[in-house]
């Protein structure tokens, strides 16, 4: 199924931030938005400018898998941060938030995974990659990847078809990205104004954790830790109770949930 390209002066057009997305670069293909976004820092692009595109011949998700993004179908973007240090680890709280805020306005019900996966149904509906550059004079630089599902179907694809699903599948009709993405970084701004001004986000990131209460299993990079995810620390880290009763603290890895 083909879809109609990203319009961008519609777009602009719904755009109510401040400054999220207002410096906006748009490509119709690139390799990854993650890329694009990091060589607009370093040519001293503003806080809140967007790298936007179509298509990716090379996304890449966490924990170095690849993203599938096939054209026109979806959100995929980078958002380029410079938040200061005490924000830095809440934007990986706010990402799936504003993501669940803003597709709720279409009906959806989604919830995380940790650390930042949203889902509906236990299935993958969208994906946030950060990556950091702390630079001299300790200013530090986020790039914050979304890819969200929306127009996409993951039944036509071998790797998507039992683990993801998108706006589209869940509603059972198309959606305009265009809206749906002003509405995004409109919740993300906000989000992020509020913790640039001394708000924990992990009250409400928690609260929208499907991961608390179940079993897991999380691979950390030297070892795999079992039990019961049974909170999240104030950096966001899982805390795991094992069966012989230890807290484990999981700061970063992936989990699978076991039932
Ligand atoms: C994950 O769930 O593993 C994170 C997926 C992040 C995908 C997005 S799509 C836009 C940006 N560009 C990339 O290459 N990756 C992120």
Same mark, same amino acid.
């Given at each position: 199924m083909t879809h109609p390209p990203f319009d961008v002066t519609r777009f602009h057009g719904l755009l109510r931030t *401040?400054? !999220?997305?207002?410096n906006l670069i748009f490509? &119709?293909?690139?390799?990854?938005t993650m890329d694009l976004a990091r060589d607009a820092a370093h040519h001293a %692009?503003?806080?809140? @400018?967007l790298a936007l %595109? *179509?298509?990716? @011949?090379?996304g890449r998700g966490r924990l170095g898998r690849s993203w599938l993004t096939p054209p026109a179908a979806n959100l995929t973007f980078t958002l380029l941060l410079q938040p200061p240090a005490s924000v830095l680890r809440q934007v990986a709280m706010m990402a799936p938030l504003a993501i669940v805020h803003a597709v709720e306005e279409t009906d959806v019900r989604a919830t995380i995974k940790w650390p930042n996966d949203v889902q509906v149904g236990g299935k993958k509906l969208a994906g946030v990659l950060i990556e950091s550059e702390i630079e001299a004079g300790s200013t530090s630089v986020v790039l914050c990847g979304i890819g969200l599902n929306v127009? !996409? *179907? &993951?039944?036509?694809?071998e790797e998507t078809r039992d683990i993801a699903t998108s706006l589209a599948v869940e509603l059972g009709r198309n959606v305009r990205r265009e809206p749906l993405l002003a509405s995004l970084l409109l919740h993300f701004e906000r989000l992020y104004v509020e913790a640039t001004s001394g708000a924990s986000m992990r009250e409400a990131w928690r609260d929208r954790l %499907?991961?608390?209460g179940q079993q897991v299993r999380a691979t950390m990079p030297d070892r795999i830790v079992e039990g019961v995810a049974e909170d999240v620390d104030e950096t966001g880290a899982l805390l795991v109770r094992t069966a012989d009763n230890r807290l484990v603290t999981v700061e970063a890895g992936d989990v699978t949930l076991r039932r």
């Open positions: *401040d400054a !999220f997305g207002r490509e &119709p293909i690139v390799g990854s %692009a503003p806080e809140g @400018t %595109a *179509d298509e990716q @011949t090379a127009n !996409f *179907d &993951p039944r036509a694809h %499907a991961t608390l």
